[in-house]
């Protein structure tokens, strides 16, 4: 069996009023996620906690390496798969005053996940360019999914063609009509004598959850598949974490290779 793996001051003004100060003129009370771009810093009223950076492109969550002990987060960015508030309940909405459950995972590494309990909020503020080159390098945008993507993919109940993404550029692609795999590689991965088309997709496996047949966000997985689709002779490939399951785009499909007719058993 062959295989491989996929190795993210302000001067006052005349008279008795003072001109606001940049933390004034730029902080903002709320930040919804699915409407705002960029990164941010959510400082806390807390004296001893440290202030997070929110990317709403990805969407991910860090705190500075600088200073002191970074934790839970070891220098990376962590995927942000939802935050709710303490005392309101609203989800995906970051509030002033507010303290708020972080469900963060890491996109290198299946073992690192958890919930973190930060504010309440004192300040929302855009990240300065100075913090921005302190932080680790961001993961590539729209991890935590979007608009038709799903948590997790039973391969032998779905319809139609989805696309799984991970942190690495490397894409796969399966199409549940057919029971077929597609991996298409990216800049820097491995590459391999499958890639770049259509092939028997025999079994699926998650690492961590351990079962068959389902692809989930936040775990990793095993495709083994047939080179020949006569089964004499398989290959796998082991896909870095899971950050997106999206059904395929009219463009994407138009640019794959032409779908399999029918089914291969």
């Keep these: 069996m062959r295989g491989g793996s996929d190795d993210v001051e302000c001067d006052a003004a005349e ?38 950076f929110v990317d709403t492109d990805a969407p991910a969550v860090t705190r500075s390496l600088y200073g002191r002990d970074a934790g839970l987060f070891a220098g990376q960015w962590l995927v942000l798969r939802s935050v709710r508030g303490r005392r309101r309940g609203e989800t995906d909405i970051i509030r002033s005053g507010e303290r708020h459950l972080f469900d963060l995972y890491s996109a290198m590494d299946v073992e690192l996940r958890g919930a973190l309990s930060h504010g309440p909020v004192a300040a929302i503020v855009p990240a300065s360019r100075e913090q921005l080159v302190q ?7 729209g991890l935590g999914g979007g608009e038709g993507g799903v948590e ?26 057919a029971g077929a795999l597609l991996r298409v590689p990216g800049a820097g991965s491995s590459p391999g004598v499958a890639d770049d088309r259509w092939v028997p997709l025999v079994r699926v496996r998650g690492y961590k959850a351990g079962d ?54």
């Design 135 to 141: 932080l680790p390098l961001r993961l590539p945008r």
């Design 212 to 265: 068959e047949g389902i692809i989930r966000v936040a775990d990793r997985h095993e495709y083994v598949f047939d080179h020949d689709r006569d089964g004499a002779d398989f290959g796998w490939w082991l896909q870095r974490i899971v950050t997106r399951i999206d059904p395929a785009t009219d463009a994407e499909l138009a640019g794959f290779p032409t779908r399999v007719s029918g089914a291969w058993q």
């Design 152 to 177: 997790a993919l039973a391969v032998d109940e779905a319809t139609g063609v989805w696309v799984v993404r991970s942190s690495s550029p490397t894409i796969y692609v399966v199409d549940a009509d």
């Design 15 to 52: 008279g008795p009023d003072e001109a606001p100060t940049d933390l004034e003129a730029v902080s903002v009370d709320e930040l919804v996620l699915a409407r705002a771009t960029g990164v941010w810093e959510v400082r806390s009223a807390a004296p001893h906690e440290l202030a997070l």
